[in-house]
């Protein structure tokens, strides 16, 4: 299967891509910077029109989506990253044809711990930071 995936340097890419290649997949990676591999084309999510190219060129399969900005604890522009980034690579997709996009998701739902949260996890229903309708009684 050919695989196009943007955000391939990220902690999660990085272990990704080459389990990807070792289950004999051809991966295309987008990478901001020349060099990173091979398999890297250079662009931009935020490139709209580059984006589509490359994806086109590519011919993916499947375009898998592991874009983050969180390497500087820099929220608003992991939002921004989540919000046009994602319109740019799922609109890039639709235009070169591909029928299946995956994308990573993230969700600051489980109380703190000191290992990472698994399905066992109970949610933080106590956090400030969630939805009203988890902190009131049903």
Do not use: C, K
């Amino acid at each position: 299967m050919r695989i196009f995936v943007a955000g391939a340097s990220g902690v999660i890419g990085r272990h990704l891509v080459p389990l990807l290649v070792a289950q004999g997949h051809e991966v295309t990676t987008l990478s901001r910077r020349a060099g990173e591999s091979s398999s890297s084309v250079v662009g931009d999510v935020y490139d709209r029109d580059r984006l589509r190219e490359l994806v086109a060129a590519a011919r993916p399969d499947v375009v898998m989506h592991q874009l983050t900005d969180l390497g500087t604890r820099d929220f608003a522009a992991n939002s921004r990253i989540r919000r046009e980034g994602t319109r740019n690579l799922v609109d890039a997709a639709l235009a070169a044809g591909v029928r299946r996009v995956i994308s990573q998701s993230i969700a600051w739902a489980y109380e703190p711990g000191s290992t990472p949260a698994d399905e066992s996890t109970p949610l933080d229903v106590r956090s400030s930071a969630h939805p009203t309708f988890l902190n009131s009684p049903t």
